[in-house]
């Protein structure tokens, strides 16, 4: 499902998932809502992002589904990488033709009846009996579907228990949070198990937010920024895995028809900030942490 702005604007529970909430405590060890919670499922996206789930703007849904998008208007989300929300094998890597609406759809088994769906994809990235660990990318965003069901991209997530649809659908939980029904807006902490204690954003500096990300496997996440008041966009590479160890990283930014930027070294935590001015010019931008890397095309032309 695509929000409009003004529902994004409206969505009063804005919430990081760094921070408890009323639904995490006083639970009791045999509940329904601990045997989830032990599953340590994370946000479906690459560390950092942030993503708006809704479970009541589709007439699809039939339980604890959430459509995810971050953009505001059709299609915005296309590409974007989707990554596991917890360890397992995947079960089901194919595209459902006229069988559901799913469309093209990754199922993971995580494990005592434990599973997650990933549909609608634009591209699948893993294969049937594939162990996957949490934050690997499994695919893309997209807007696959049955013949002749036209829907614009987004991320459709469940996860469900045993059999018995629509009643194994369970409420969806990340970093130990229950997801806020209807809808929330959520910050992804699946960074690779131990958190990075340094924010993209932190690092480039005041004013900047990220219009872009990349996941390089479970080794860590490239970032790109933008800073609308100086028009200065901005490239960090954050590590997820060997934190507080010296290891080789790097991050670059080229603006077209410039010379490419690079920041390159055995860093503990990030490389970066790789800045450079590209009001309405296309840029191209990557990073490397070890042997992982990502190379963007030019793209983002007007930002």
């Known amino acids: 499902m695509r929000f409009s702005g003004a529902m994004v604007a409206g969505i009063a529970l804005f919430v990081s998932l760094g921070t408890a909430s009323a639904a995490s405590a006083d639970r009791e060890a045999g509940s329904e809502q601990a045997r989830i919670l032990a599953t340590n499922f994370q946000l479906p996206f690459p560390c ?6 809704n479970s009541d703007q589709s007439s699809a849904h039939r339980s604890y589904e959430i459509d995810f998008n971050r953009g505001d208007s059709a299609n915005a989300d296309l590409g974007d990488t989707v990554v596991a929300a917890a360890a397992g094998t995947v079960s089901i890597s194919a595209h459902q033709g006229s069988t559901n609406g799913f469309g093209n759809l990754v199922k993971i088994d995580h494990g005592s009846g434990w599973t997650t769906y990933y549909a609608h994809l634009d591209a699948r990235s893993v294969s049937v009996g594939q162990s996957v660990s949490q934050g690997q990318q499994i695919g893309t965003v997209g807007r696959t579907s049955r013949p002749g069901n036209n829907i614009s991209a987004h991320l459709h997530y469940e996860v469900r228990q045993g059999s018995g649809y629509p009643g194994n659908i369970r409420q969806a939980v990340f970093n130990g949070t ?3 029904y209807p809808n929330q807006t959520l910050t992804s902490r699946n960074c690779g198990g131990a958190s990075n204690p340094y924010t993209p954003a932190e690092v480039c500096g005041s004013g900047y937010s990220v219009i872009d990300s990349a996941a390089l496997g479970s080794a860590g996440t490239v970032h790109l920024l933008y800073n609308t008041a100086n028009g200065r966009n901005c490239v960090v590479t954050m590590k997820q895995t060997s934190l507080g ?11 077209q028809g410039g010379t490419r930027q690079t920041d390159a070294g ?3 935590y990030y490389a970066g900030p790789v800045t450079a001015a590209a009001p309405g010019t296309c840029v191209k ?8 890397a990502y190379d963007s095309p030019f793209e983002h032309c007007g930002s």
Do not use: R
Request: hydrophobic share 35%.
């Open 48 to 53: 950092g992002q942030s993503w708006t789930g």
């Open 285 to 292: 931008w990557g990073g490397k942490v070890g042997a992982a």
């Open 245 to 255: 160890q010296a290891t080789a990283t790097s991050a670059y930014l080229e603006v």
């Open 266 to 268: 055995d860093y503990s």
């Open 178 to 180: 229950t997801f806020g």
